[in-house]
C-alpha cells in the first residue's frame, strides 16, 4: 500500500511539473530527462535538500539540488556557486536581502558569502547547481541568522 501511495505521489508531482515550461538539461553525458531524474530521485517524504551530482569537469561539478522547505543558512568556504532555478519558486536570502527566485532565474554566490534558500509552494523547488572548483567534499558551513 504504501508503494502505491508512493506511486501517486509521483504521479502527482510530474503531472504538477508537466504543467510548468518543459525544461531541457543537457549534459557531457547526453541530455537529462529531468522528470526521469526526479522519479528515480526522490526528495523524501519529509522534505528538506536533495543534492545528486549529474557532472563534472575538471573546473566545476555539476549538481541537481532539489529543495522543499528551507536550507539551513550557511556559507560555502572554498567554492563558488551558481544557482539555475529549472522548476518552482522561491526566496533566495544574502547579504544583499531577500530576492524572488522563479524558473529560470540564476543567482551567483561567491565563496564565503552567507546565504540560504526557502522554497514557496506545495512541490520542491529544483535547481542545477554548479560548483567551482569542484565540489570533492561538504563545504557548506553554517552561519547565525541575523
Do not use: N
Amino acid at each position: 500500500m504504501r508503494s502505491l501511495a508512493a506511486s501517486a505521489l509521483v504521479a502527482a508531482l510530474l503531472t504538477a511539473c508537466a504543467s510548468q515550461h518543459a525544461v531541457r538539461v543537457s549534459t557531457p553525458h547526453g541530455p537529462l530527462d529531468l522528470d526521469q531524474f526526479l522519479a528515480s530521485h526522490p526528495l523524501g517524504e519529509e522534505g528538506g535538500v536533495r543534492a545528486d551530482q549529474i557532472g563534472r569537469t575538471e573546473g566545476a561539478s555539476y549538481h541537481i539540488v532539489q529543495v522543499h522547505g528551507s536550507e539551513k543558512p550557511h556559507r560555502h568556504e572554498t567554492h563558488d556557486l551558481t544557482v539555475f532555478v529549472l522548476r518552482g519558486h522561491g526566496v533566495l536570502t544574502r547579504p544583499a536581502g531577500r530576492m524572488p527566485l522563479q524558473q529560470g532565474d540564476a543567482s551567483v554566490m561567491p565563496r564565503g558569502e552567507p546565504h540560504w534558500f526557502a522554497s514557496e509552494g506545495a512541490f520542491p523547488a529544483v535547481t542545477l547547481v554548479v560548483f567551482s572548483p569542484p565540489l570533492d567534499a561538504p563545504d557548506a558551513v553554517p552561519v547565525e541568522q541575523r
